[in-house]
């Protein structure tokens, strides 16, 4: 961690440092970094980009291919659907709409798996006995199915989607966490703060949390794709986004009928939830290696 400046004089860098400097040393870890701030920024400011609606219709433009096809309009961008309503402008609301409800779920999942998994493993006793078959029976079951069972319980909307995949994936994150921080238990450095007398509350934030950072970035990655690909199934099924709301999965369903007339309408919302599983995948194996070498 010891680097030296025009006076050959040596300072110590901080781990989060560390870690940076062998990140930005891997191209296609920086390139996908960058991927990344621009979904984000896709997903906060699509409403100030799109060049239309994504309900305006234009009755005169139909099927219109992408503008380098012949026979297409360079006003649309990437064509327009049944309806004439504008493709590129209807994909970035839909990369919106998908982004953000992921990044929504797994936020929420990180810190509700994080303290329901680390009390978990603390936890002795019936408690911990009822809070593990508990889990053990919700992992029996496919997380697609359990959101859907929710989704008929709480209602169809997009809304009542998220919220239902983040209760099917929780159970995983909290059983990932749990095995995690089980592991660090049995090692000398943990034991050796426990003879010490520490609290729970420092034995998690000074002795477990900072050597976990790999396991929950796999973690976190792994939530991630699978609220992707659950909520773009959802919505392709009609249980999640309603007929007003642009969403991928949903984009692909209504497209479905025309993939022989016009197939970019399902080609494109599938390329788009194939570039930010595949762009954040590796981002976070970029994370998970710089942490390995830097734990090195």
Avoid at 157 to 177: M, T, W
Avoid at 189 to 198: K, S, V, W, Y
């Amino acid at each position: 961690m010891l680097i030296n400046n025009e006076f050959n004089e040596e300072k110590i860098q901080s781990p989060l440092q560390y870690i940076w400097t062998i990140f930005k040393n891997k191209n296609i870890a920086v390139m996908s970094m960058w991927a990344v701030i621009f979904l984000i920024l896709i997903m906060l400011f699509a409403d100030y980009i799109i060049p239309y609606s994504p309900t305006m219709q234009h009755p005169d433009m139909l099927l219109l291919p992408p503008y380098w096809v012949d026979g297409s309009n360079p006003a649309f961008l990437l064509g327009t659907d049944d309806l004439g309503r504008d493709t590129f402008s209807r994909m970035l609301k839909g990369i919106q709409l998908t982004l953000s409800g992921a990044l929504l779920i797994t936020l929420a999942i990180s810190v509700l798996g994080l303290m329901i998994g680390s009390t978990a493993v603390l936890t002795k006793g019936v408690k911990a006995s009822v809070m593990h078959h508990l889990l053990d029976a919700l992992l029996a079951i496919p997380t697609l199915l359990t959101a859907i069972i929710f989704i008929v319980l709480f209602g169809m909307s997009y809304e009542n989607s998220l919220f239902a995949v983040s209760l099917s994936l929780l159970p995983q994150f909290i059983r990932g966490i749990y095995y995690s921080i089980e592991n660090e238990l049995t090692k000398q450095h943990i034991i050796a703060l426990r003879l010490d007398g520490a609290t729970n509350h420092r034995l998690l934030r000074y002795g477990l949390f900072p050597n976990m950072i790999e396991p929950i970035t796999t973690l976190v990655n792994r939530v991630f794709t699978m609220a992707i690909l659950e909520i773009t199934t959802l919505g392709f099924l009609g249980f999640g986004a309603n007929s007003e709301q642009v969403e991928l999965g949903s984009l692909i369903a209504k497209s479905i009928e025309f993939i022989y007339l016009s197939p970019y309408l399902v080609l494109f919302p599938g390329i788009a939830i194939f570039l930010i599983i595949i762009v954040f995948n590796i981002f976070s194996e970029g994370i998970r290696h710089a942490v390995i070498e830097g734990e090195a």
